[in-house]
């Protein structure tokens, strides 16, 4: 269960759009279609903004988008703004039955 | 509205057990897949356990399979986590989270304000 790997940061100014990368195994993100995405800002819980690879939960805008190919996730936020400044972080589903974490990229708008 | 509250969390020391437990109201607790994820402060998340909706199907990370024990009581709505045998790198903030799935886990869609647990001597 070793956790997916996403950059440590990634910057952008207001307006701009930006990609967080997530990479697994075939084990995981290669091989299911249970990708997530969570932001969290500090002191606070995590909150869904991505699952299924590319579906949104109600409430969350359609500025935040997700892919994936092979066994890369990417997260995808378009039309930058000050509040989406926050820790991001992936997840899928395994072979095990199990859930795996990626390390977590912090996004700042310049 | 889905309001999850954990409590339990505290100072223990090595090897010693602490439960946790996780009050769920504002929907279908049976229904649904619920989870404990672990956060140690300024570090990333760690999915430590999930539960099925029905109880029958229980899943640990390798970190804490043979000392965590995940179950619920649908009647109580709540979620719990035995935690025996800790260790200091148990030490973290514990949040229960509501999954998207009924049978295994997929995505939490609600997560709860988390609670400390500090495993120090």
């Known amino acids: 269960q070793s956790a997916l790997t996403q950059p440590a940061s990634v910057s952008g100014s207001p307006g701009q759009s930006i990609t967080i990368s997530c990479t697994g195994t075939?084990?995981?993100?290669?091989?299911?279609?249970?990708v997530s995405w969570y932001q969290q800002h500090p002191g606070k819980a995590p909150k869904l903004m991505i699952y299924?690879?590319?579906n949104r939960p109600s409430g969350v805008s359609n500025r935040f988008s997700g892919s994936k190919s092979g066994n890369t996730a990417s997260l995808t936020i378009s039309g930058l703004q000050a509040e989406d400044e926050a820790d991001y972080s992936c997840?899928?589903?395994?072979?095990?039955?199990?859930?795996?974490f990626g390390g977590g990229t912090k996004l700042t708008v310049l | 509205e889905v309001q999850l509250l954990e409590s339990g969390g505290g100072l223990v020391q090595p090897g010693g057990s602490l439960r946790l437990s996780c009050a769920a109201s504002?929907?279908?607790?049976?229904?649904?897949?619920m989870s404990w994820v672990r956060q140690v402060p300024g570090k990333g998340l760690e999915w430590v356990s999930a539960?099925?909706?029905?109880?029958?199907?229980?899943y640990y990370a390798d970190s804490v399979k043979g000392r965590f024990t995940i179950s619920r009581d649908s009647s109580k709505s709540t979620l719990y986590l035995q935690m025996n045998s800790l260790r200091a790198e148990d030490t973290a903030v514990y949040y229960c989270?509501?999954?998207?799935?009924?049978?295994?886990?997929?995505?939490?869609?609600?997560w709860g304000q988390g609670t400390l647990v500090t495993v120090s001597s």
């Open positions: 504002g929907f279908t607790f049976s229904s649904y897949v």
């Open positions: 997840s899928s589903y395994t072979t095990t039955s199990t859930l795996v």
């Open positions: 539960i099925s909706g029905s109880g029958g199907g229980t």
């Open positions: 299924d690879i590319t």
């Open positions: 989270a509501k999954d998207l799935d009924v049978v295994m886990p997929t995505a939490m869609d609600y």
């Open positions: 075939s084990s995981d993100v290669g091989g299911f279609n249970y």
